[in-house]
């Protein structure tokens, strides 16, 4: 089987500074790749490439069976088959979540209003927040309001999902509940790419890791990776990250 | 010029003339008393602060046109003889008291309270604190919104005309009486208020850029 | 030299009073709702992606701010007219109040739509909703929710600036304070019991407007906090 992305000699610039340089990977489909770094070394540059809200300079990325590059890209489709949860879950305030969860299924996949909701229940009860649909997300800690996130992109059925750093702006103690949601979809087979800075989940989770270093893919492989660097630059973020 | 004789556009000029000749009359008394209403707002005991604020509330919320007329035709019911220009300049300075006391109540609460109790260790008495410290900081935040302001009292000086004083409107009703032609007589009319508006308008908003950066 | 005021006088005009009002606050409440369409769309205008259109509406906005109603209201009325635009004095009245409105609405509309975040628009971008959707769903209620306290104080000075219609014979509560005031010569009492009927007005348009928002926007009503 092909895989589900495939990110072959990507650049990108932003103004005077190359941010990816000749960035090369790829994920197989029911996978979770880890990848890893400091801040600058370009992760979320490079999974905001993967579902198009940046736009690369030079290369090629494949993602759900389409071509980036190509002009007859449907960017619509590919926000269909690809789901982002952002560093700071970027709720809609103004609705509540099961209205947050469902927005998107009414007015793009067009469900109808008891297909709506059954759906809402389902994903809200698979990230433990079932009794918490008619709540705002100003009445949401920060972890509850993340685990909504995930269900909102969750509830557009997916085939791949993307994590933008989503712990980082959480307090210490919020951070299991999440983790243990994407433990759940990992087990469930969804495919997954985390930038994330949690380097004791990144371990447990991940099938393989990338660490990314100055905008190019320093070293990548298995969990094991980390307990064998072969870089300087890898031991050095290991032995501060940690 | 298009169609108007050269006499129907000076007499339509000498009315703009007075348009601002008004603004100014209005901006100076009603900003001489929406000064002391905003200090009274600031450091007045209670009930006097309650009477501004009710005063305030009650111009506000009075069309500017029920004031021109209760002054124009009320001031003769108490025996005093009006002309137009001091009914409209009167009626003016008190809706635009109103509005600067509150602008500048609100300025003067601007200024941090930090100032002021700085200035008190200094032995600063009031006098002294307001004139030298909280006034000028006040007038600083100020002047954006009272120049924004000013543009609103040149606009609002064309209900003068509803009171007979020949201001510019009151002019070009004349002028459209004579000529007929209320559209080029109104759309110029119009231009010349935006000739002396729109420059006030873009001032204010690029003093209130400055303020910012000032303030960052 | 008169220190006697008499309110019995005017007050026996209280139908032609109450007529007034309601001519008042059927202008009021036109203009805002066709206003604030108007304001909407020039404002969706402004901060969309054609340049042309963000230019026309922000020469609208200025030519309206920087002119006077009353100015504004003679071009409708008298102007058109004589170019074979004719309009009776309410139509007019309303459609210089709503042009003149739509332009205010507009701005404080646009700083409603300016002060959604960026990444509000990534995220619904992401869950695959068309630029319409984001638009209808994802900016315009947060943003006008955000801004209906600005919008209310500006509906309700419309509302006292609806007087200045009295000035082309629309018989809103202005110009039957004239004529009564000319029939009984007890100008001052007629005009403090027209100043304090616009006074009730203003209070009547601010619960109006509160009950619009409180059903428009159920997080508030709900939660009773701001956005």
Known sequence: MSPIVEVDAVCKRFGAVNVLEGVSFQVRAGSVVAIIGRSGSGKSTALRCINGLETIDSGRIRVCEQELTSPRL??????????????????????TAEENVMLAPRLVLKLAGGEQRDLAARVLSQVGLADKAKAYPSQLSGGQ???????????????LMLFDEITSALDPELTGEVLKVIEGLARDGMSMILVTHEMAFARKVAD???????????????????????????????GNGL | MISLTPEQLLFLLRGFGWTIALSLLAFAGGGALGFVLA??????????????MLYIK???????????????????????????????????????????????RGCLEAVPRTQEEAAACLALNWRQRLIHVILPQAMKIATPPTVGFMVQIVKNTSLASAIGFVEMVRAGQMINNATFRPFIVFVLIAGLYFALCYPLSVWSRRLEGKFDVAHR | MRYDLDFA???????GLMAGAATTFGLSVSATVLGFGLGVFCAI???????????????YVEAIRNTPLLVQIFIVYFGLASVGIKFGAFTAAIVALVINVGAYTAEIVRAGIESVPRSQLEAAQCLAL??????????????????????????????????????ISTEELTAVANRIQSDTFRSVETYLIVAAAYLALSLVMRLLFWAVGSMAFPRRRRLGTPL
């Open chain 1, 74 to 95: 449907d960017l619509n489709r590919l926000h269909r088959d690809v789901g982002i949860v952002f560093q700071s879950y970027n709720l809609f305030p103004h609705l």
């Open chain 1, 145 to 159: 309001q993340q685990r909504v996130a995930i269900a909102r992109s969750l509830a557009m059925k997916p085939s």
């Open chain 1, 208 to 238: 393989h890791l990338i660490f990314m270093h100055r905008g190019k893919v320093w070293e990548e492989g298995p969990a094991a990776v980390l307990d064998a660097p072969q870089t300087d630059e890898l031991r050095q973020f290991l």
């Open chain 2, 39 to 52: 200090l009274a707002r600031v450091y007045a005991a209670r009930p006097v602060r309650t009477v501004v």
């Open chain 2, 58 to 104: 009650l111009i506000q919320g009075t069309p500017l046109l029920i004031l021109l007329f209760l002054t124009y035709f009320g001031l003769p019911a108490l025996g005093l003889v009006v002309e137009p220009l001091p009914a409209a300049a009167l009626g003016l300075s008190v809706y635009v008291s109103a509005y600067l006391g509150e602008i500048w």
């Open chain 3, 9 to 15: 006088a005017p007050l026996t005009y209280w139908p």
């Open chain 3, 45 to 59: 205008a402004r901060t969309g992606r054609s340049v042309a259109a963000a230019r026309a509406v922000g020469v």
């Open chain 3, 130 to 167: 068309s630029r319409w959707q984001v638009l209808r769903h994802v900016v315009l209620p947060p943003a006008i929710e955000r801004v209906w306290p600005a919008l209310t104080s500006q509906y309700v000075l419309l509302m006292l600036a609806s007087s200045i219609t009295s000035q």
